[in-house]
Nanobody, 123 residues
């Protein structure tokens, strides 16, 4: 049974930093492309960042480029999202997701999802 478990969310003031983690089990983590998505109330789920199976290739949404960094540790079956210079518009539930083949920034393409972790940024 595949499980993705996010952690690290919380309440932060604008300009602060948070680090999210996504612990994976039940899949061969090192063969999956991983990604972070987020969903704010009343809005559709949106792409944040993705990382290749090796960690050698990353891609970011324009809204977070230069502020967020995605990374992974295949030895620990864990993915991370370092979020710096947080803004109120970053407030959302953040989800990690796994894709077993190919590349996509569309959430519909991803096979496995975590339960999400809330990030709230106050102004």
């Amino acid at each position: 049974q595949v499980q993705l478990v996010e952690s690290g969310g919380g309440l932060m003031q604008a300009g602060g930093s948070l680090r999210l983690s996504c612990a994976a089990s039940g899949l061969t983590f090192s063969t999956y492309r991983m990604a972070w998505f987020r969903q704010a109330p009343g809005k559709e789920r949106e792409f944040v960042a993705t990382i290749s199976w090796s960690g050698g290739s990353t891609y970011y949404a324009d809204s977070v480029k230069g502020r967020f960094t995605i990374s992974r540790d295949n030895a620990k079956n864990t993915m991370y999202l370092q979020m710096n210079s947080l803004k109120p518009e970053d407030t959302a539930v953040y989800y990690c997701a796994a894709l077993n083949t190919g590349y996509s920034t569309n959430w519909r393409a991803y096979s496995y999802w975590g339960q999400g972790t809330q990030v709230t940024v106050s102004s």
